[in-house]
């Protein structure tokens, strides 16, 4: 090959050679961002995934072993989760989202996890389509306030905080997926009642669910259960030398001092030499005690409430001796945390020193007596002169496993009547808000154009899970019912649902099967905002 035939090679190849990249300009793999993603996605779905069997009245119950062997029996979403050791950092986002759920509504935890689960798996899909995550994420939180506000616009329906009958519906409502749904006639007065009996007439909305205490006992059923016009207290009557186990027209001393002789703040011993030290030493404590009985019976008192103490005991054989013969009777081992809602129930003052043994500082009830209750022993305070806003539950169940459900279901449906009262609005259940709000999202979805229309749409067919999960879960034919149901809101039948009792369609309002417009509005609002948060992620990176 000649000279010439080289250089036409050589331009040739020079022509054939790619374009160099200009200076700065790299090759991004996004591979990886795309793995993360998907990792994120899939975890949260399987945590979604988990709890979903256990929605509705039809839902099955989880039972959860703990590593100390104790077994809890439950099918709220919120223990489920926060028993489940989740490793995963984007599941564990969803524990968060059911415990915000708990703490915003106090119900509809399991309802939140669902719709993130479909959310996310609905979001899955259209970034397989190649749309970006911020627009699907941007399209979501519109998709979410539109429904939010046709929510609170168009379906819910206004409601009184004295009508007694629609907060009892939603405490119904509540109760009904509990194992305890058949106890639902006594636990939901039970549970209206109370909170009506706290709420401040001027601020109805300010509750606070501290202010109702509810004690356990094993023993009887939850038929035994019952609320207490006054208070009722875990500890039981001292019967030490014969002290007094009921008292009438009682005046009520709650106190944070020690009836007891006094110690030094350091360790130390005393060697006493002779037995006329030693009987100094017992006169002088003898003498103590008695001038300490002297000053409490002086000031009107006859019940004795006796804060727990930790640095010496709070009475001791001999005080017991001598609040026996001056007829009070003493009732020890109040905890800390008790004392405030003690003083607010008796309107009585907590006193610290025995000089401050005043009758106006004492509470007034007509009656304090000890009962048996099962095992254990209760003292009930009735018949309060000045009672607070506050409310006692007295809970009896067979075993541990019912009764600690039993008090789980009793605060989901306080919570959900407290909702009503802090937002005055119901909206139907069984499915029937998410169907209604997924066909106007639809009919929406199909005015707008570009990738907001294809998300919106997506969000939509998302809120479907509600109902098609209600039906699976009660054994029927989720499909064939949901598209029925979908058939039903489109002829304007906006209050229909799914009815797992009698394995159909019908008119929730007319079932009476109403939730707090809360319950709804929170659902869906934390459930979007978990969703957007978990698209935003592109990367974890671990720390030491």
């Known amino acids: 090959m000649g000279l010439t035939g080289l250089v036409n090679m050589a331009q040739a190849a020079t022509v054939a050679a790619p374009p160099r990249a200009a200076q700065g300009e790299t090759l991004r793999d996004n591979s990886k961002k795309k793995d993360v993603r998907i990792l994120n996605i899939e975890s949260a779905k399987a945590v979604a995934d988990a709890v979903r069997t256990s929605l509705g009245p039809r839902g099955m119950d989880k039972m959860v072993s703990q590593a100390s062997g104790e077994v809890i029996i439950t099918n709220d979403g919120a223990t489920i989760l926060n028993k489940m050791k989740v490793q995963q950092p984007a599941a564990k986002m969803l524990v968060e989202l059911s415990k915000s759920q708990d703490v915003v509504a106090g119900d509809g935890t399991t309802s939140v996890v669902i719709i993130c689960g479909a959310l996310l798996k609905k979001s899955l899909e259209l970034l397989e389509k190649g749309i970006h995550p911020t627009l699907v994420s941007d399209a979501f939180d519109k998709a979410c306030a539109f429904a939010v506000s046709y929510l609170e616009n168009t379906i819910a329906k206004a409601v009184s905080i004295d009508d007694r009958d629609s907060l009892l519906k939603a405490a119904n409502t509540s109760l009904s997926s509990k194992i305890v749904s058949q106890y639902s006639n006594l636990l939901s007065p039970m549970a209206v009642d109370c909170l009506l009996k706290i709420a401040n007439v001027k601020a109805p909305e300010m509750i606070d669910l501290k202010n109702i205490k509810v004690v356990c006992k094993t023993g009887g059923t939850i038929d035994d259960s019952e609320m207490i016009d006054g208070i009722v207290l875990d500890q039981k009557a001292s ?207 199909k005015t707008l154009t570009g990738m907001d229309s294809y998300c919106i749409r997506a969000y939509a067919d998302a809120l479907e899970v509600i109902p098609y999960t209600l039906a699976e879960n009660a054994g029927l034919s989720p499909i064939q019912l949901v598209t029925e149901l979908r058939n039903l809101h489109a002829q304007g039948n906006t209050y229909h649902g799914i009815n797992v009792r009698k394995n159909t369609i019908s008119d929730m309002m007319q079932e009476n099967v109403v939730q707090p417009l809360l319950v709804s509005t929170s659902a869906l609002s934390l459930a979007t905002e978990c969703v957007k948060m978990i698209l935003k992620i592109d990367d974890i990176v671990p720390t030491r």
């Open 239 to 445: 019967k030490a030398a014969g002290g007094p186990t009921r008292v009438e027209n009682a005046k009520i001393a709650l106190i944070q001092f020690q009836v007891s002789p006094p110690k030094t703040d350091l360790e130390n011993n005393v060697v006493v030499g002779d037995y006329a030290a030693m009987d100094r030493i017992l006169k002088e404590e003898r003498n103590y005690i008695l001038k300490m009985v002297k000053k409490i019976k002086a000031s009107g008192c006859n019940v004795l409430l006796i804060q727990k103490s930790i640095l010496r005991d709070a009475v001791t054989d001999l005080s017991l001796h001598y609040l026996a013969k001056a007829k009070i009777m003493v009732v020890q081992n109040i905890e800390r945390e008790e004392i405030e809602f003690i003083s607010k129930s008796l309107g009585c003052l907590p006193i610290s020193h025995v000089d401050h043994m005043k009758p106006e500082k004492l509470g007034s009830a007509g009656l304090v007596e000890m009962h048996d209750v099962g095992k254990g022993k209760v003292v009930k305070i009735t018949e309060v002169a000045h009672p607070g806003h506050t409310a006692s539950v007295l809970l009896r169940g067979s075993n541990k496993l019912v009764l600690e459900e039993a008090e789980r279901s009793l605060h989901d449906a306080l919570c959900v009547v407290r909702c009503l009262m802090q937002k005055r609005a119901l909206i139907a259940g069984g499915g029937a808000p998410e169907m209604e709000m997924s066909l106007q999202l639809t009919a929406w979805a």
